[in-house]
């Protein structure tokens, strides 16, 4: 359990799954929850349940909760590449935590990037964003991560076509590229 | 003017495991595609025994696995990947022989392939992820009118070095702008033409 100044950040379990499958059944959809396929996965509590007791799921999706010990989303660091050193972070938060307390989610990107760059050493974080994520896609920006462009007309959900923005930072905030300059 | 070719594209079945296997050994298929290099020939085997004996002609396939055929053998292999049928997408995978890489036999079976997708699979959009060295398809696909959407930064390394990855999208309603833009051209390389002429052959033979 990592006890930061607002936030406190432990890994999932079993007992997390509920709070995980409001996310799941939460409308716009995360962009995050989406598949391989740019699906929305429907999974039901047992489900998740089993994924949380699997001890690499668990190792990889962490609940952040706030002072007093409420559930206010889950940051989860998966898809890691080790030959090309990039993984994917998925930032669980409803609009409500992005308006009332987003220094929790500062300080779980904080975590999780410390996770990513410091002690699994990858190069390159990635997320992805729908085009209604307009608050992930702001706190991104103020984050230092870049958009690496937009896939059009990916996801059909609600009636209509949805495009998906793929964010990515570099450690150290550069790309070789750049470094190079 | 119009274009004419013998070339034509079928269905893969297990009669072409050992072209298959051929290709995924060569070198540029794991360079430009995906693949370890270090998988034994049994997984590969194994890898294309199982997506043959998915390739079956169903209505809603998950994935579609094309040779690119001619009467002189196989050239290549289109794929549709990942089909999704809610989003109505698919993932575009192109590979051919290295004896017989030419941009036109590659263009008009690539068009083949993307007219199945969209006029008979009804799919909306088509993906192809290429990584920026292999200027040959990404030039493909933005001549057939593809856009890039995404370029993911040193994404991936490759004998040592860093090279970007582009995401190029083509959305149904841009292929058929562009065929309507090059019916001319396309008159006699269409799927349709393929079919007949396919169908003509095989009447002829004994």
């Known amino acids: 359990m990592i006890k930061k100044t607002h936030a406190i950040i432990r890994n999932a379990d079993r007992f997390d799954a509920k709070e995980l499958l409001r996310f799941y059944l939460h409308k716009p959809i995360f962009a995050s929850l989406l598949d391989t396929k740019r699906e929305p996965l429907m999974p039901n509590l047992s489900e998740l349940e089993e994924l949380l007791q699997h001890k690499d799921a668990a190792q990889s999706f962490y609940a952040v909760e706030n002072k ?84 059009r007309e990916v996801l059909f959900t609600s009636g209509k076509w949805h495009n998906l923005e793929t964010w990515a930072k570099f450690q150290n905030n550069k790309s070789l590229s750049e470094e190079l300059k | 003017m119009s274009i004419i070719t013998k070339t034509f594209i079928r269905r893969a079945d297990r009669d072409d495991l050992d072209t298959l296997i051929r290709w995924m050994e060569d070198e540029d298929f794991q360079y430009f595609l995906y693949g370890d290099p270090a998988r034994s020939p049994r997984t590969i085997r194994e890898q294309i025994i199982g997506f043959l004996s998915k390739n079956t ?47 036109l036999t590659t263009g008009i079976n690539v068009f083949r392939a993307l007219e199945y997708a969209f006029d008979e699979l009804n ?7 290429i990584y920026s060295f292999n200027k040959p398809s990404w030039k493909l696909l933005e001549f057939l009118g593809a856009q890039r959407e995404l370029t993911l930064k040193d994404h991936i390394t490759r004998n040592g070095v860093w090279h970007d990855v582009y995401v190029y999208g083509l959305l149904k309603e841009e292929f058929q702008i562009w065929r309507e833009k090059n019916t001319e051209h396309t008159r006699e390389i269409t799927l349709q033409k393929m079919a007949e002429s396919m169908k003509n052959h095989l009447e002829k033979s004994p």
């Open chain 1, 68 to 151: 007093i010990g409420d559930i206010c989303g889950f940051v989860v660091l998966k898809g890691i590449n080790p030959e090309a050193l990039f993984g994917e972070m998925m930032l669980l938060f409803e609009n409500e935590i992005y308006d009332k307390e987003e220094i929790l989610i500062h300080e779980a990107l904080e975590f999780i990037e410390t996770r990513a760059f410091q002690q699994l050493h990858l190069r390159k974080l990635m997320t992805t964003c729908l085009d209604e994520e307009e608050n992930l896609r702001n706190f991104l920006l103020n984050h230092s991560y870049q958009c690496e462009g937009c896939m």
């Open chain 2, 57 to 103: 002609g169903s209505p809603i396939p998950a994935s579609v696995y094309f040779i690119i055929d001619s009467p002189e053998g196989p050239l290549g292999m289109i794929s549709l990947q990942n089909i999704s049928w809610r989003n109505r997408s698919s993932n575009l995978d192109v590979y051919i022989a290295p004896e017989h890489r030419n941009h």
């Open chain 2, 123 to 129: 799919l909306h959009r088509i993906t192809a992820i």
